[in-house]
């Protein structure tokens, strides 16, 4: 794998993004803004705080780590497997010096690029509404794009696995959704039974959680933890999507 020809894969999605953002942006940016509003002043009208914080301050942090996930899950699944399915994107790359591997790593960094990104906008409007305490909260920005590649490679994993593209519909409802609602961005884990803790520990959304409930806080130290865990997974998964996603475009 050479970074300078997986890059050039980035620059391709990239160019393409250009020309579809506006779109792009609509859907992915009003989704979390209707979830803030809807729980964060709804349901905050009967919640007082969380741990001492308002509720809509409690879930806003939350809703930047969900918004990041969802939009690399979304690039690494039904965008990766249509350019390598029905739009043989990946067959005319490989035409050129480019390997599987480059188009792998390439599809990796897009996915995080736009984890980032929409996080990055999430982290701008709950700003501008005056739920972050902390400046600290800029530093989360590159956090989001090691998550974004966590995200990816569980979400290409399973592009390289699924038959089709309506099992991605398996995906998000098993494993997608349950992250979404059981990694404490609604209400805190410790609230959960041992057990439901222990296995939300294993999952990188609830750590990210953390990360941005911190750093939104000005409390950097106290997830120092959450970001080895995400660090080291990271790179634990990384060689599963160039094995598998090589193994379905030989087959």
Not at 3 to 24: D, E, G, H, I, P
Not at 113 to 135: C, E, N, Q
Not at 137 to 159: K, M, Q, R, W
Not at 177 to 200: D, H
Request: proline residues 5%; charged residues 10%.
């Amino acid at each position: 794998m050479n970074f300078k020809r997986a890059f050039s894969v980035w620059q391709r999605n990239f160019t393409v993004y250009t020309k579809l953002y506006r779109s792009s942006i609509a859907l992915n940016f009003a989704d979390p803004v209707f979830y803030l509003l809807g729980f964060g002043l709804g349901l905050g009208g009967f919640i007082n705080n969380v741990n001492g914080v308002p509720y809509v301050k409690f879930i806003a942090p939350g809703i930047i780590a969900s918004s990041a996930m969802f939009a690399c899950a979304y690039e690494c699944t039904y965008g990766s497997f249509v350019r390598m399915t029905f739009q043989k994107t990946f067959e005319a790359i490989l035409a050129t010096p480019v390997n599987i591997d480059d188009i792998v790593m390439g599809e990796m960094l897009w996915g995080a690029t736009k984890s980032m990104f929409y996080g990055a906008i999430i982290i701008l409007v709950i700003s501008i509404f005056g739920l972050v305490d902390s400046p600290l909260i800029i530093f989360l920005i590159p956090i989001l794009f090691i998550s974004g590649l966590i995200f990816a490679e569980v979400s290409l994993i399973f592009t390289a696995i699924v038959p089709g593209i309506d099992s991605f519909n398996y995906f998000y409802t098993l494993i997608m959704t349950p992250l979404f609602l059981f990694s404490g961005i609604f209400f805190p884990v410790a609230n959960f039974s041992p057990i439901l803790s222990k296995i939300a520990y294993f999952t990188p959304l609830y750590h990210l959680v953390n990360i941005c409930r911190a750093f939104s806080q000005g409390e950097f130290f106290k997830v120092f933890a959450d970001i080895i865990w995400i660090i080291i997974i990271t790179f634990l998964l990384m060689p599963l999507p160039f094995k598998l996603i090589k193994r379905k475009i030989i087959k």
